[in-house]
């Protein structure tokens, strides 16, 4: 099954912006993942999802200031124009035929 | 508006069970994959089980198999998750999800004597 490695914290200023990284497994580089965003003390809430080519699909309502994009295995959630509101944990996660997986979560500080 | 209201948690002793509901509104129900995802306190999210728009094709995570029981019920728009022989680390927050786009706002279910 597909495993997804995230680093566990990250850091940036307000009005910057962040890449956050999601790293698929050997032999999952061409799976869909998804990315969620948890703020603190709420429900996560669905952002986009993210294919291997590139391509995204935001979820209603998300901000412009949120982008993906790709390379070979690597799924990277960028938030442009960092808010306060912004810091959160963000998950990626994807699914094969048998299970779906969670990244351990990156945890979102804004300076 | 998309609505995912899930009841049901509460305190159970070891060994106990529960029974999680999950009303759905908003959206075309039956046309979607629901999945239960768990996060114990101050844990990541973790998927649990799923359940195919039909009910035809049922998956659990490891950690459940043959301790909880999914299901679905297209004419009420509800999923439900029955959970037996719970454990002190079937603690969590758990989540009603639809694909991966709708979330529930979770109900809390606590093992604990």
């Known amino acids: 099954q597909p495993v997804l490695t995230q680093s566990s914290s990250a850091s940036a200023s307000l009005g910057s912006s962040v890449k956050l990284t999601c790293t698929l497994s050997s032999g999952h580089s061409g799976n869909i993942i998804a990315w969620h965003q948890q703020q603190p003390g709420k429900a996560p809430r669905y952002l986009m999802n993210?294919?291997?080519?590139?391509?995204?699909s935001k979820g209603s309502g998300v901000p412009d200031r949120f982008s993906g994009s790709t390379s070979g295995a690597v799924r990277y959630l960028t938030i442009s124009n960092l808010q306060f509101e912004d810091e959160a944990d963000y998950y990626c996660?994807?699914?094969?035929?048998?299970?779906?997986?969670f990244g351990g979560g990156t945890k979102l500080t804004v300076l | 508006e998309v609505q995912l209201v899930e009841s049901g948690g509460g305190l159970v002793q070891p060994g106990g069970s529960l029974r999680l509901s999950c009303a759905a509104s908003g959206f075309t129900f039956s046309s979607y994959w629901m999945h239960w995802v768990r996060q114990a306190p101050g844990k990541g999210l973790v998927w649990v089980s799923r359940?195919?728009?039909?009910?035809?094709?049922?998956t659990y995570a490891d950690s459940v198999k043959g301790r909880f029981t999914i299901s679905r019920d297209n004419a009420k728009n509800t999923l439900y998750l029955q959970m037996n022989s719970l454990r002190a680390d079937d603690t969590a927050v758990y989540y009603c999800?639809?694909?991966?786009?709708?979330w529930g706002q979770g109900t809390l279910v606590t093992v604990s004597s």
């Open positions: 999800v639809a694909t991966f786009e709708y």
């Open positions: 993210l294919e291997s080519s590139g391509r995204y």
């Open positions: 359940i195919k728009s039909d009910g035809s094709s049922i």
């Open positions: 996660d994807t699914w094969d035929s048998n299970t779906r997986v």
